[in-house]
Nanobody
Framework: EVQLVQSGAELRNPGASVKVSCKALGYIFTSYYIDWVRQAPGQGLEWMGRIDPENNGTKYARNFQDRVTFAADTSTNTAYVELTSLRIEDTAVYYC?????????WGQGTQVTVSV
């Protein structure tokens, strides 16, 4: 069974950084891309980009390419997203997802709250 298990909620001050993890279970980690999206309160889903765990190739959405870094550790089957210079408006639920042969799979989401 494919599962994506994300790290727990985070609280940060503006200007800080946060790193969210996404552990892949039940499939070969290098077989599929990992996408990252977020949903701010009252907003729709916003695609942040993706990483290919096979070669660490990345693609960043234009809005995030200056402050976001994706990584994938094949020794632990875990993907990461790091967001720097956090702003209040980065408060959102962050999700990792993958599209396998049997369909789309998503992590449970990680709440990141940026507050003074």
């Amino acid at each position: 069974e494919v599962q994506l298990v994300q790290s727990g909620a985070e609280l940060r001050n503006p200007g800080a950084s946060v790193k969210v993890s996404c552990k892949a279970l039940g499939y070969i980690f290098t077989s599929y891309y990992i996408d990252w999206v977020r949903q701010a309160p009252g907003q729709g889903l916003e695609w942040m980009g993706r990483i290919d765990p096979e070669n660490n190739g990345t693609k960043y959405a234009r809005n995030f390419q200056d402050r976001v870094t994706f990584a994938a550790d094949t020794s632990t089957n875990t993907a990461y997203v790091e967001l720097t210079s956090l702003r209040i408006e980065d408060t959102a639920v962050y999700y990792c997802g993958t599209r396998g042969k049997s369909g789309d799979y998503w992590g449970q989401g990680t709440q990141v709250t940026v507050s003074v």
